[in-house]
């Protein structure tokens, strides 16, 4: 089946400080979504990418949908305390009403 | 606007009883619904995707006659564990997805159900 392996599984930085995460697949996806999950919270979609290639931003979010299909990766600049959380890339093969498959996560911590 | 709730929030059940739990799109309406579950420090693992009007398909491994899941209405899905068990406890996710020609895209989640079996 698909699997989406995202690294680095956790990470601890400083306030203020970048952040870049991957996200790499086995199959080819043609739609890349990126969400942010809260401790007992559902997952909050932050970026979705439809093209490969395409580089898309949200406030100090960016994201990439890789040329090959099988990868994203997302930048978060100058971190804040807030951006605390599990953050998961998603595949889709198509649109919205398709499944998603959800990666491993990557949990970002932020220091002061 | 997307916003997608359940209810409830969190339940806490008797091993052998049935709960049901319900996903509801606030703001638009979803042709489709999907049901994730996730156990701690886990990634969400897609259950079943349920359509409007027809039976929910479940993925492999995910035992129909046990996740019961309804979809009668273009804003409601429910799922009703049954002869729940304590393996049965989880977070359970719905997401919906925006009817065919929707300007929405992607899919946007509910704020999960915490289900505790003793």
């Known amino acids: 089946g698909q699997q989406l392996n995202q690294s680095p599984q956790s990470m601890f930085i400083q306030e203020g400080e970048d952040v870049s995460m991957n996200c790499t697949s086995s199959s080819i996806f043609n739609t890349w979504l990126w969400y942010k999950q809260d401790p007992g919270e559902g997952p909050v979609l932050l970026i979705a990418?439809?093209?490969?290639?395409e580089l898309t931003s949200n406030g100090r979010l960016t994201a990439q949908f890789g040329i090959t299909r099988k990868d994203s990766f997302l930048n978060i600049s100058a971190s804040i305390p807030s951006d605390v959380g599990i953050y998961f890339c998603?595949?889709?093969?198509?649109?919205?009403?398709?499944?998603?498959?959800f990666g491993t996560g990557t949990k970002l911590q932020v220091i002061p | 606007g997307a916003v997608v709730s359940q209810h409830p929030s969190w339940v806490i059940c008797k091993s052998g009883t049935s709960v049901k739990i319900e996903c509801r799109s606030l703001?638009?309406?979803?042709?489709?619904m999907f049901w994730y579950r996730q156990f701690p420090k886990q990634s969400l693992m897609l259950m079943a995707t349920s359509n409007e009007g027809s039976k929910a398909t479940y993925e492999q491994g995910v035992e129909k006659d046990k996740f019961l899941i309804n979809h009668a209405s273009l804003t409601l899905s429910t799922l009703t564990v049954t002869s729940a068990h304590p393996e049965d406890s989880s977070f359970y996710i719905c997401?919906?997805?925006?009817?065919?020609?929707?300007?929405?895209?992607?899919?946007?989640f509910g704020p999960g159900t915490r289900l505790t079996v003793t």
């Open positions: 703001d638009f309406q979803a042709t489709t």
């Open positions: 998603a595949g889709q093969l198509s649109g919205g009403y398709q499944k998603v498959t």
């Open positions: 990418l439809y093209k490969a290639g």
């Open positions: 997401s919906a997805a925006g009817t065919s020609g929707s300007t929405l895209r992607g899919q946007y």
